[in-house]
């Protein structure tokens, strides 16, 4: 399925970096964001998601971690 949209394969090597950019990233968007809340003395970032802390904390993850990956598939020439 993946051939017919031009995507082949990961080796093994491949998909234990992507694993480990993203175990290490995602972790530190969380804390960063967390670490901006604080600063800033707030607690939720939003009221559109009430009872998960705001829009932007469902989300932190990804904002370390979406650039992380799209340079290391860069850098691999993933895609």
Avoid: N, Q
Wanted: charged share 15%.
């Amino acid at each position: 399925v993946l051939g017919i949209i031009g995507i082949t394969p990961w080796e093994t090597g491949t998909a234990v970096a992507l694993g480990l950019v993203v175990a290490v990233a995602a972790p530190l968007g969380d804390l960063c964001e967390s670490m901006i809340k604080r600063d800033l003395g707030i607690k939720d970032m939003g009221s559109v998601l009430p009872g998960h802390g705001g829009l932007l904390d469902r989300f932190d993850a990804l904002l370390f971690a979406l650039p992380a990956v799209y340079y290391l598939c860069r850098l691999l020439e993933i895609f």
